[in-house]
């Protein structure tokens, strides 16, 4: 697994949204994207996170900033997941892992003291030519929303 860093192109996919539409990064062209990954819909981190993007999402978009979601959850769960929380931003579907793989959001990771793999937290935005603009791992989800948007004001 290599991580991606500020500068790099950002890695292209084409997956199956909460909705069922296919969904693509290319969609986003021209535009700034944050780009999340996030382990399980519907768990307590994963909610959270969800709920402040969801939240903060009007001060999001009056930055010209667009939210994508990716878990490797199937689409009918990510649609219980959007509907039962009320998230205003497509959820992605990506229950193979490459997606995941390619941005460096799966691997060796910690929990509970083990070393195991999963899906590592990662938040990244991606600028309006498609490249990595902002790059973070192992992101705690309490909170972690004010401290992307305090950095992109930055």
């Known amino acids: 697994m290599s991580k991606l860093n500020v500068g790099d192109t950002a890695p292209a996919f084409d997956l199956t949204s909460d909705e069922g539409k296919q969904v693509s990064l290319a969609d986003y062209a021209g535009q700034k994207v944050i780009v999340y ?38 689409p009918e769960a990510l649609s219980k997941f959007r509907d039962k929380y ?16 390619e941005w460096g959001a799966f691997g060796e ?28 791992y192992n992101v705690k989800a309490t909170g972690h929303v004010a401290r992307i948007i305090k950095e992109i004001e930055a």
């Open 109 to 136: 990771k910690k929990n509970y003291g083990k070393v195991v793999q999963g899906v590592i937290r990662s938040t990244f935005l991606v600028d309006e030519e498609g490249k990595i603009a902002l790059a973070k």
């Open 86 to 101: 009320e998230l205003t931003f497509p959820l992605l579907s990506d229950p193979e892992k490459t997606t995941l793989e």
């Open 37 to 74: 990954f996030y382990p399980k819909a519907d768990t307590p981190g994963c909610t959270t996170e969800a709920c402040d993007f969801r939240d903060s999402l009007t001060q999001l978009n009056d930055q010209n900033l667009q939210v994508l979601g990716i878990s490797p959850d199937k």
